[in-house]
């Protein structure tokens, strides 16, 4: 078939098997121009590990450190005739090119909240690795179901207390309009910090330690975000935000456990980047949009892949220290947060029309930005060929 996107809202709903595997091939060959890092864990257990910062996490400990993964995701397979989703082709891309280069790869997919893939691959570990010297906690969801109760619950992206009313860009139409979302209920407060909060990444930790899978010395890190006034309402202050302040208290309670181990846990504040998840949140892609484009012109831009090659380089390996913030989180949101940039956001916020979209903002980066997340528009990959959706990889269909 020719594959081309179909983009629904926020979501593409095809991807292109070779555009992806140049993604994840473009990604290897960034991590591998930066050289190999010194102290980084052999053995990388990624939670999230098919796309955005998971993806660029598993890289970086493939091919900046010559580690073992196991990467565990939740994604679609492809069929005759349709097209899997973007994280199940990154996927077979990645570990063909980690086994071409002689290293341990193997996928799990399937829901990572469930007790039955916690089990899986606690079995996989054991009998490929032994233990793990790392675990990346790296997922972003809609939804979660709870494995004690049976019970789903239900993230969603709203303020807390108050209505609000702020600037959104449909990125595929290039709009500006006020978009005004009502305040979340105590319910949905409590369900996002559910699914987006640290309990499951918790019970990760206890099920891993529990099963004697977790080595010596082992660091768990996890995601998180703060970003700018401009998107506190939606972001830092809303429900998301509420989840992610549970995430960042989880940290120190797996700290705490993990120290008998000599382990360690930290949440990193990472960059606001255009990935599948930020795609889905009000007001944050116009951000990221007018962000790009200040960040480029400063010659201070960076993608996932760059995020994560520098967070292993200069905050947890390679002789390089966490330099916590006063919350005790590492910032690798830095460069991000550089006053020069924010007060140039601040100055573009409030001027940014449907008619200056383009010039005031890289409203054109994110567009391109997305349609690579699902395999689009990367160089060298024929668009127009007749291309077989289906492509062969060592993991199921969860
Ligand atoms: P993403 O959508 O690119 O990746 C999400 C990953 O989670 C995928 O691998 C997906 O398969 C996996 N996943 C989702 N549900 C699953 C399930 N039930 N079982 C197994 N796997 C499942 O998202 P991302 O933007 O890379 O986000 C990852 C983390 O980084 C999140 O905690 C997010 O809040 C954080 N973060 C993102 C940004 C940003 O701007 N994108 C900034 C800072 C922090």
């Excluded at 199940?88 to 007790?115: I, P, Q, T």
Aim: with cysteine.
């Amino acid at each position: 078939m020719i594959i081309k996107p179909k983009v629904r809202g926020f979501i593409c709903i095809t991807a292109h098997p070779q555009g992806c595997a140049a993604n994840v091939a473009s990604q290897i060959g960034y991590v591998k121009s930066k050289g190999l890092l010194d102290a980084m864990p052999r053995r990388v257990l990624v939670i999230g590990a098919s796309t955005g910062y998971g993806l660029a996490s598993r890289i970086v400990a493939a091919f900046a450190g010559n580690a073992g993964t196991i990467g565990v995701f939740f994604e679609k397979p492809p069929e005759e005739g349709r097209t899997g989703s973007a994280g199940w082709y990154n996927s077979a891309a990645f570990e063909a090119e980690a086994h071409a280069a002689g290293l341990y790869a193997r996928s799990v997919n399937g829901d990572a909240f469930s007790d039955t893939i916690k089990r899986q691959v606690i079995d996989r570990i054991k009998a490929d690795l032994g233990q793990v010297d790392a675990v990346i906690y790296s997922l972003a969801s809609p939804r979660r179901t709870d494995p004690r109760n049976g019970e789903t619950y239900k993230s969603v992206l709203k303020p807390i207390g108050a209505s609000y009313t702020a600037k959104t860009v449909d990125t595929d139409k290039g709009i500006v309009s006020d978009i005004t979302i009502e305040p979340a209920t105590d319910l949905e407060i409590r369900e996002t910090t559910a699914v987006m909060g640290g309990e499951d990444w918790e019970m990760w930790i206890d099920a891993l330690a529990a099963a004697g899978v977790l080595a010596p010395g082992a660091t768990t890190v996890s995601y998180s975000y703060i970003g700018p006034k401009v998107t506190w309402a939606i972001y830092r202050n809303g429900t998301i935000g509420r989840a992610k302040e549970n995430l960042e208290a989880a940290a120190a309670s797996i700290a705490h456990k993990l120290a008998p181990l000599g382990g360690r846990a930290y949440v990193s504040i990472n960059k606001a980047l255009v990935t599948q998840a930020s795609s889905a949140i009000p007001v944050v892609p116009l951000y990221i949009s007018a962000l790009y484009r200040l960040m480029k012109e400063k010659g201070i831009h960076e993608g996932c892949i760059e995020q994560i090659q520098r967070l292993f380089a200069q905050r947890l390996c390679n002789g390089a220290s966490p330099q916590l913030d006063v919350e005790g989180r590492i910032r690798i949101d830095d460069l991000e947060m550089r006053p020069d940039i924010q007060e140039a956001v601040e100055k573009i916020w409030p001027a940014v029309t449907t008619e200056n979209l383009e010039s005031l903002t890289d409203i054109a980066g994110y567009r391109k930005e997305f349609l690579r997340l699902f395999g689009f528009g990367l160089e060298g990959v024929d668009y127009e060929a007749e291309t077989n959706p289906v492509v062969p990889a060592g993991f199921g269909g969860g």
